[in-house]
């Protein structure tokens, strides 16, 4: 079965630093999609970031970056200058509409 | 543009009622989907549409229905409600993704129906 693992269920970060949250996937298809999503209290799903596999440049979204490894199936989204907005879930999700489990970040002041 | 809704955002069932949740998206897209939310889970599908007309079966189908008779709309049915569906209902709905691929695109989520099955 083709799946998203995200292994850390709870991440925290000091406001102003950096955060990089893990996903990992199984798969046999050569091009695809991944993304990011983010969940915050208000329990609205919006979209972090996006990455097509086929594209070698990792994905960047102002503050938000990924470090896509093909290779080791790895997609993980970095947080830079992170702000208390940005507590929330945070859903690693791939193209045949599987989502991982998820990692909630807290932020702190 | 109001984007994706959903209606109703809150619904309590007794066992063995039916009902229906409604998305509407005024996007033009051509995808559309329903998910279900449980604590400490991610989202998993249940029922997709890749276009009027057509439906295809999720992760989690059983005990769900669903149907797109208009572009716009996506319909997710309960026959028989069951304590075991208590979740939080999502649609979502995207663009193809680029020519010559079979998936969607970045999805574009409604604000969710928290459903209580007693």
């Known amino acids: 079965a083709q799946t998203v693992t995200q292994s850390q269920p709870e991440m925290s970060v000091q406001e102003a630093e950096t955060v990089t949250l893990s996903c990992t996937y199984d798969t046999s298809e050569s091009d695809y999609y991944l993304f990011w999503y983010k969940q915050p209290p208000s329990r609205q799903m919006i979209l972090v970031i996006r990455?097509?596999?086929?594209?070698?440049q990792n994905a960047t979204e102002n503050r938000f970056s990924v470090n896509f490894q093909k290779a080791a199936k790895s997609f993980s989204l970095k947080i830079s200058d992170s702000q208390l907005g940005d507590a929330a879930m945070y859903f690693c999700?791939?193209?045949?509409?599987?989502f991982g489990a998820g990692t909630r970040l807290t932020v702190k002041p | 543009n109001a984007g994706v809704t959903q209606t109703p955002k809150f619904r309590v069932l007794k066992t063995g009622q039916s009902m229906t949740l409604l998305c509407a998206q005024d996007?033009?897209?051509?995808?559309m989907y329903w998910y279900r939310q449980d604590p400490g889970m991610g989202l998993r599908l249940i029922h997709y549409s890749v276009g009027e007309g057509t439906t295809a079966k999720g992760e989690v189908p059983d005990g769900y229905n669903v149907s797109r008779l208009k572009k716009q709309n996506f319909l997710l049915g309960l026959e028989s409600a069951a304590p075991s569906q208590t979740s939080v209902y999502f649609c979502?709905?995207?663009?193809?993704?680029?020519?010559?691929?079979?998936?969607?695109?970045?999805?574009?989520f409604g604000p969710g129906t928290r459903l209580t099955v007693l």
């Open positions: 979502a709905s995207s663009y193809k993704s680029r020519s010559g691929q079979t998936f969607g695109d970045t999805q574009y």
């Open positions: 999700a791939w193209y045949d509409m599987r």
């Open positions: 996007m033009n897209h051509e995808y």
């Open positions: 990455q097509e596999a086929y594209k070698q």
